[in-house]
């Protein structure tokens, strides 16, 4: 079986429902699969074993289209090249323990607290480029009705 890392599988890393259900290519090239590993080995392995057990992959590569259904960042998002995953606790630490540990601890371009309710974040956006371009940019991102804010993090 195809890994990206120890504890990320091909098959976990290029899954998408959207996807799956109205038949659309979900394949990286090699150029993504490259970016998907870096991130893997910098961002996620480290998390991960601080954790000390298994972390939910919501979503981690998206082809163009499947990225446009889904209404992901239309020119702009990571998942498109492979840079930038989409995580959540299973139990061990909080979505907000490992959005600060993230912060704290580990070279990021940016990570991104989703839709936090009483601080805690729904999920954890995090990309990776380079350690020489990564921008280490901590953010939030609320809904009000139609509109999406995008704020700095408070003391990160």
């Known amino acids: 079986m195809k890994k990206i890392s120890e504890h990320i599988s091909y098959k976990e890393a ?15 090239k090699k150029e993504h699969l490259e970016a998907m590993e870096l991130l893997a080995e910098k961002v996620f392995e480290p998390l991960r074993e601080w954790v000390g057990g ?16 889904i209404g992901g960042a239309s020119l702009t998002s990571a998942h ?9 606790t299973m139990g061990k630490k909080s979505n907000l323990e490992m959005f600060e540990y993230i912060i704290e601890n580990l070279e990021f371009d940016q990570v991104i607290s989703e839709y936090p309710v009483n601080g805690e974040p729904s999920w954890i956006h995090i990309s990776y480029k380079s350690k020489k371009d990564n921008r280490k ?20």
């Open 137 to 156: 940019q901590a953010l939030e991102i609320r809904r009000k009705g139609r509109y999406y804010t995008y704020t700095g993090c408070k003391n990160c």
């Open 80 to 88: 498109m090249v492979g840079q930038a995953i989409d995580i959540t």
């Open 54 to 69: 298994p972390i939910k992959v919501n979503s981690f590569y998206r082809s163009e289209e499947v990225n446009c259904r």
């Open 14 to 28: 290029t899954y998408s429902n959207t996807a799956k259900q109205l038949g659309l290519s979900n394949k990286p």
